[in-house]
């Protein structure tokens, strides 16, 4: 069992920049691929970026492509979602989410996910 929990999130301006971490439990965090997700209220939960185990591979949505990026520390047990030039359509609850395996491919369809956590509010001002 793997717990996930997300901190960072917050109310910024147009422009600025927030990041997410996401730290988990257990020991064998660098066996997990990492995803990012967002919900709005009315929506489905979209994918946002992920990250394979090793760190090698990233995917972007491409509403986010060149202004998020994704990375991990497997030392640290953590995740990270460093978000640049933020808009008010970033606004959203943001989780992160761990599949099992040792996978090459990066994972960005929710329902592969095994682990998620409680989220974290981004809130964007325009």
């Known amino acids: 069992q793997v717990q996930l929990v997300e901190s960072g999130g917050g109310l910024v301006q147009a422009g600025g920049s927030l990041r997410l971490s996401c730290v988990a439990s257990?020991?064998?965090?660098?066996?997990?691929?990492m995803g990012w997700f967002r919900q709005t209220p009315g929506k489905e939960r979209e994918f946002v970026a992920a990250?394979?185990?090793?760190?090698?591979?990233?995917n972007y949505a491409d509403s986010v492509k060149g202004r998020f990026t994704i990375s991990r520390d497997n030392g640290k047990n953590t995740a990270y979602l460093q978000m640049n030039s933020l808009k008010p359509e970033d606004t959203a609850v943001y989780y992160c989410a761990a599949k099992r395996g040792i996978l090459a491919v990066v994972i960005t369809t929710d329902r592969h996910y095994d682990y998620w956590g409680q989220g974290t509010q981004v809130t964007v001002s325009s």
């Open positions: 257990g020991r064998t965090f660098s066996s997990y691929g």
């Open positions: 990250i394979t185990w090793s760190g090698g591979s990233t």
